[in-house]
């Protein structure tokens, strides 16, 4: 269950929810105003989806305020048209307008209608959300069931000798065989710096893949059940989580680094990247900037991370010492033991 902020659609929006599935109304934009859902701007259909997609939805985003653009399909179903759900959220938005939009999404989704949104697109630049992007994303979407983790490493090995930076966008002076070291921007070194101190409790960052460097997405303090919630469906992350919690009646703050994957929605390359990244990342991490990571966790995007399953894998349970050998006891029946005197010569 993920969690929600309790803000509601107000009732504007409610009645233009009904008036836009009549099929007249090609997009809408929905924003989070006093602690409500409500109605910012509306365009009607004029062409096809995809004549209309640009010119109508690049308009509507605002750099730095998140929202929601609601964007109606030319597919139609039993129970209406299909919709395309789009949420904007650029890196320069507060972390807590960023969060809040996040949070309160799955309420906007039950309240139009889960059934009339047939796809979801996530992004935080303007190209992310065009057209071509939604294409990229949707050839994504299709590709071939994620590597398992042996193959990952296989993969890496055989190829590491001959990508170069313009099929795989990585550093080959680095030595490929123990990871692939890409510069952290300054924000992610004072981002982990605020961890170090205990002022925020929890770092996202991503691998900007064409300029080849780790970038800061978000950080702040959040609980342990929002904590899945921060997991993108559609892209692979690098999460820090100063976890908080008592085991066996002390309080213990321990460091978790989660490398979180979904799969099907990253390409090979990506996959690829990332799991190279992970190890030179984390000695950055630990030797240069102080920080100690308990634990090392990878998962996939529906996965949920709780107090417990945390608690397990910073903990894991001691298998029992098995019971030390005995020496049999003799037969019952062989008698007091025999004093041998020794021979006189």
Known sequence: MSHQTGIRANDELRKFFAKCKLGKVRLFKVSIDNEQLVLSDYKNVEKSWEDDFDPMVIPMIEPGQPSYILYR??????????????????????????????????????EFGNACIKEELHGTSEGEISLAGLRRYRKVESSPAPLTMQEEELARLSKAQSFTLSNAAIDTRTPTMSGVSFPVSNAVIDSVNQMVKRKINYI???????????????????????????????AARYHLYSFSHTYEGSTIQSVVFIY???????????????????????????????????????????????????IDEIHPKQVADKPKFEKPKGPPSRGAKRLTKPQKV
């Open 73 to 110: 399909l030319d597919n139609k179903s039993d129970i209406g048209y299909d919709w395309l759900l789009i949420s904007w959220s650029p890196d320069e938005s507060p972390i807590r307008q960023k969060m809040l939009y996040a949070s309160t999404k799955a309420t906007l989704k039950q």
């Open 204 to 234: 996202q960052l991503r691998i900007d893949i064409d300029n080849e460097e780790i970038h800061l997405v978000t950080d702040g303090i959040i609980t342990v059940d929002q904590l899945s919630d921060q997991i993108p469906k559609d």
């Open 260 to 310: 979180s994957m979904p799969g099907y929605s990253c390409s090979v390359k990506e996959r690829m990247l990332y799991s190279s990244c992970k190890g030179p990342l984390l000695d950055i991490i630990e030797s240069n900037l102080g920080l100690t990571v308990s634990k090392k966790l990878e998962i996939d995007a529906t996965e949920k991370l709780t107090e417990d399953y945390l």
